[in-house]
């Protein structure tokens, strides 16, 4: 059975952009926590360090969505597979326990 040809991968590619920007966001407040003035040395150097990381890989994700999505234009039959979703799942939920991180030890 085909895909439907229409609108479903700009709508896919913009949903994964939107997530990477969100991921982007996340890493821009990690890198400020980090960069504020804090008590505590070391918990504001692992803030920096997590603020780093997490946008270094939230670019990679943009360039990797990117990337899917040229693909998909040239040999149609889907955007994303079950590996992908997982990795995607995972990026969200360690992003998430970084914030937990930066706000517990604020």
Known sequence: MSTPSGLQPERTLLAWRRTALGLVANGVLLLASGLGGSDDRGASDVRLGLGI??????LFCWAAVSAVYRRA????????????LKVAAGLVLLVGLFDLYAVVTR
Do not use: E, Q
């Open 73 to 84: 234009m040239r040999f149609p039959g889907g955007l994303g597979s079950d590996r992908v």
């Open 53 to 58: 990381v997490v946008t270094a890989l939230a």
